[in-house]
């Protein structure tokens, strides 16, 4: 998978050793598409610290996969751990989000994402 084409930078928190950021390629969530999320920590202590455990703190999706990059040296010298995650959205949900949760002593979130917009109702006409 190419995470690449990312759009959208969904939370950001500088601990002052490391830094998370969580990035996803889409805020507004359609229910027949996954949602592609990266959740990144970078800095001196990025190999020491885990990434968050955001499995429990999913509403209104199901998780797909999930699998770590290899950790990379930054040109400045500090680590970088990228975990990718593949989300499913659950058609009826009343909300996408992620709940708050801890990483490295500080309390991070919620991430809220957009519902689909309401669907024209239905006619009985010919489309």
Excluded: H, Q
């Excluded at 990266?38 to 499995?55: C, E, F, N, Q, Y």
């Amino acid at each position: 998978m190419n995470f690449a084409l990312l759009a959208a930078a969904l939370l950001s928190l500088d601990t002052g050793s490391v830094v998370l950021n969580i990035e996803s390629d889409t805020r507004a969530i359609d229910p027949g598409r996954s949602v592609f999320l990266t959740v990144k920590t970078s800095g001196r202590d990025a190999l020491r610290i885990p990434s968050p455990d955001l499995r429990e703190r999913l509403v209104g999706f199901s998780l797909a996969e999930e699998f770590a990059d290899e950790p990379v040296k930054l040109p400045d010298g500090t680590d970088s751990v990228t975990v990718n995650w593949r989300l499913v959205p659950e058609p009826c949900a009343d909300v996408y989000k992620i709940k708050p949760f801890s990483f490295n002593g500080k309390v991070a979130g919620p991430v809220y994402f957009e519902s689909a917009p309401a669907r024209a109702p239905v006619s009985g006409e010919m489309e």
